[in-house]
Nanobody, 115 residues
Framework: QVDFVESGGGLVQPGGSLTLSCEAS????????MGWYRQAPGKERELVAD???????RYDDSVKGRFTISRDNDKNMVYLQMNSIKSEDTAVYYC?????????WGQGTQVTVSS
């Protein structure tokens, strides 16, 4: 059974930092491109960053230069370091494989940006 447990969200002031963590299980993690997604209120879920099996990364323009995605293949973990956070980063953040055959998602972790 595929499962994702996201953590690390919270309330943060503009300009602040957070580190999100995701523990994945139930699939061949080491062979998958992993991504962090977010869904803001009233909007579709979007991919903001992904990381390949060898560590290559890609970022949406909205987070480039501010967010850093990383992974630990030994622990089946994916991380998202968020710096210089903006109000528009407010969303529920999820991790998942970018290419997948399942519909499962974790519960996500809420990031709220407010002064």
């Amino acid at each position: 059974q595929v499962d994702f447990v996201e953590s690390g969200g919270g309330l943060v002031q503009p300009g602040g930092s957070l580190t999100l963590s995701c523990e994945a299980s139930g699939f061949d993690f080491n062979k998958r491109i992993m991504g962090w997604y977010r869904q803001a209120p009233g909007k579709e879920r979007e991919l903001v960053a992904d990381i390949g099996t060898a560590g290559g990364t890609r970022y949406d323009d909205s987070v480039k230069g501010r967010f850093t995605i990383s992974r630990d293949n030994d622990k089946n973990m994916v991380y998202l370091q968020m710096n210089s956070i903006k109000s528009e980063d407010t969303a529920v953040y999820y991790c998942n494989a970018v290419i997948r055959t399942w519909r499962d998602w974790g519960q996500g972790t809420q990031v709220t940006v407010s002064s």
